[in-house]
Structures are given as structure tokens and as C-alpha cells.
T-cell receptor, first 111, second 115 residues
Framework: RKEVEQDPGPFNVPEGATVAFNCTYSNSASQSFFWYRQDCRKEPKLLMSVYSSGNEDGRFTAQLNRASQYISLLIRDSKLSDSATYLCVVSIYNQGGKLIFGQGTELSVKP | ETGVTQTPRHLVMGMTNKKSLKCEQHLGHNAMYWYKQSAKKPLELMFVYNFKEQTENNSVPSRFSPECPNSSHLFLHLHTLQPEDSALYLC??????????????FGPGTRLTVL
């Protein structure tokens, strides 16, 4: 089983749509959770951290369910500029900042 | 824009060549990382350096040799690579590698092709 598994994608949605990405992780010692965004042929950049209580940043909402070992990212009112690959990332307790990346879910927002 | 720079951005090398990738961070961080990103695969952590000391070697073949002369610079020395080593090599830095919640900042990567 992959340590971090994401929806395979790609997701093709029209502008203005709401899209949700799902991610599961296998290591119960996972402590910190993130969503990174990677544009085509560019480096990954932090989109948002994910907190136990859930958190929102504008059109983006992240949720964490520790019991189910599940993380989600919701994008509302999607824009053309949201087109990218979204990476689910976890770090493991006591492994010195080591990040485990999912394979990514590609999003393409069309006019 | 980025506080982490990498050179070269593109590299084509033969299997018998020796080359080096360079990474520099201008963020005052103490931890630096090398990752490999192959097509359709997740990012794979290769090496971690904390305060210039290597703290992680993720079972990387010896044909990849890292070097960290100070907290701001990280090198990846390459020799006798294989075609399957062709990938995007990303450098990242964070405040300190012992804090699991530290954000990692990535450089733009070196796209390596081994012929």
C-alpha cells in the first residue's frame, strides 16, 4: 500500500465549479499534513497546511480526519489559474521533517 | 521570486560523464534536501542535511553523492548514471529538519537527461 494515496485524476472541470480532492495515508504516526501545488514543469509550492479542526483560505478548504487517515481539499469557484497538480503531503512523527508525497492529482479548469 | 536557486536548470549527460548539481538557499534555513521526481511518480526524498550534517540517505545508489559545505549550499555529484536516472531533481530547504511542521521551500529543479 502506498504511504500517501490520492485520487488518480485528471480532473477536468469548467470555471466556477467546485472540486474536491481526496487523500489517504497509511502511517498512523503521521503528524503534519499539507497540500502543495505544482504547476507544469515548475517546483512544488505550499498551498496550505491542514489542521485537525479543518481550515479555510479563501476558496480553499482543507479537512483532516485522523481516525480515517483521510485528508481532503475543496476548491470552490474554480479559476483557470487553479489548473495544476495538487500534492497531498504528510510528515511522520519523529522523522526529522521528512515529507512523504502523494503522486498528485492533476486539475484542469476549462473556460 | 524563489529563495532557493538551482543550477543548471537543464543537463544532458552521457553515462560516463561526471557532473554536479548546485543548490543555494537565501532563506537562512538550516535544513536542505534533495528530491527526485520521475514522470508519473511521487517525489522521492534522496538526502537530508541538518546543520551541514547528513541525517537521511534514503537508500540512494552511490552514483549520487551529496555534499553540503555550509547551511546555504548543497551539491549533488553525479557519476556513471543510468538512463533511468533521468528525472527532475529538486532541492528544498526548511528552517530546521527536526521540526515536522516546517514548510519546505523548493528550488526550480534541474531537469536531467542521461543518454
Amino acid at each position: 500500500r502506498k504511504e500517501v494515496e490520492q485520487d488518480p485524476g485528471p480532473f477536468n472541470v469548467p470555471e466556477g465549479a467546485t472540486v474536491a480532492f481526496n487523500c489517504t495515508y497509511s502511517n498512523s504516526a503521521s503528524q503534519s499534513f499539507f497540500w502543495y501545488r505544482q504547476d507544469c514543469r515548475k517546483e512544488p509550492k505550499l498551498l496550505m497546511s491542514v489542521y485537525s479542526s479543518g481550515n479555510e483560505d479563501g476558496r480553499f478548504t482543507a479537512q483532516l480526519n485522523r481516525a480515517s487517515q483521510y485528508i481532503s481539499l475543496l476548491i470552490r469557484d474554480s479559476k483557470l489559474s487553479d489548473s495544476a497538480t495538487y500534492l497531498c503531503v504528510v510528515s511522520i512523527y519523529n522523522q526529522g521533517g521528512k515529507l512523504i508525497f502523494g503522486q498528485g492529482t492533476e486539475l484542469s479548469v476549462k473556460p | 521570486e524563489t529563495g532557493v536557486t538551482q543550477t543548471p536548470r537543464h543537463l544532458v549527460m552521457g553515462m560516463t560523464n561526471k557532473k554536479s548539481l548546485k543548490c543555494e538557499q537565501h532563506l537562512g534555513h538550516n535544513a536542505m534536501y534533495w528530491y527526485k521526481q520521475s514522470a508519473k511518480k511521487p517525489l522521492e526524498l534522496m538526502f537530508v542535511y541538518n546543520f551541514k550534517e547528513q541525517t537521511e540517505n534514503n537508500s540512494v545508489p552511490s552514483r549520487f553523492s551529496p555534499e553540503c559545505p555550509n547551511s546555504s549550499h548543497l551539491f549533488l555529484h553525479l557519476h556513471t548514471l543510468q538512463p533511468e536516472d533521468s528525472a527532475l531533481y529538486l532541492c528544498a530547504s526548511s528552517q530546521a529538519g527536526d521540526h515536522v511542521a516546517d514548510t519546505q521551500y523548493f528550488g526550480p529543479g534541474t531537469r536531467l537527461t542521461v543518454l
